[in-house]
């Protein structure tokens, strides 16, 4: 049985820039165009892995994110960028990052939910304001 999509969430053209870089580009049923970073996707990567880890920084609190980082400058480290990325069916993507992470598998549903600009995250990621 066919899932009815929601056309916010069918992209109707996906380039993803791996020799340039520049980032995955989607245009979606409904018109609307998102950009994402390779270093943006790799800080939403949706696997296991990443969500505990992004959890564990919630639960320790905004209030103090600087703590959060080493006291000591690190290391400059180069953006991570994708490698390679393989379509998974007709419903996500895989990308391989620079940094050899390569178990995140990006549904369009997640795509557009972590679209980075104003009006997504207005229409998918409200939270209650705490
Ligand atoms: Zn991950
Ligand atoms: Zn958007």
């Given at each position: 049985?066919?899932?009815?999509?929601?056309?916010?969430?069918k992209p109707t053209?996906?380039?993803?820039?791996?020799?340039?870089?520049?980032?995955?580009?989607?245009?979606?049923?409904?018109?609307?165009?998102?950009?994402?970073?390779?270093?943006?996707?790799?800080?939403?990567?949706?696997?296991?892995?990443?969500?505990?880890?992004?959890?564990?920084?919630?639960?320790l609190g905004a209030?103090?994110?600087?703590?959060?980082?080493?006291?000591?400058?690190?290391?400059?480290?180069?953006?991570?960028?994708?490698?390679?990325?393989?379509?998974?069916?007709?419903?996500?993507i895989q990308l391989?990052?620079?940094?050899?992470?390569?178990?995140?598998?990006?549904?369009?549903?997640?795509?557009?939910?972590?679209?980075?600009?104003?009006?997504?995250?207005?229409?998918?990621?409200?939270?209650?304001?705490?």
């Amino acid at each position: 049985m066919p899932t009815p999509l929601d056309p916010r969430k069918k992209p109707t053209s996906i380039k993803i820039h791996i020799s340039s870089g520049a980032g995955v580009d989607i245009i979606w049923a409904d018109g609307h165009a998102s950009h994402y970073d390779f270093a943006y996707l790799r800080e939403e990567c949706p696997c296991a892995t990443c969500n505990d880890a992004r959890e564990k920084k919630a639960s320790l609190g905004a209030s103090a994110p600087a703590l959060l980082s080493s006291p000591a400058l690190p290391m400059f480290k180069p953006k991570p960028r994708a490698q390679s990325a393989t379509q998974i069916g007709s419903y996500a993507i895989q990308l391989n990052f620079s940094d050899g992470h390569s178990t995140g598998i990006y549904s369009y549903d997640y795509f557009r939910i972590i679209c980075p600009c104003a009006d997504c995250a207005k229409a998918f990621r409200t939270v209650a304001a705490g």
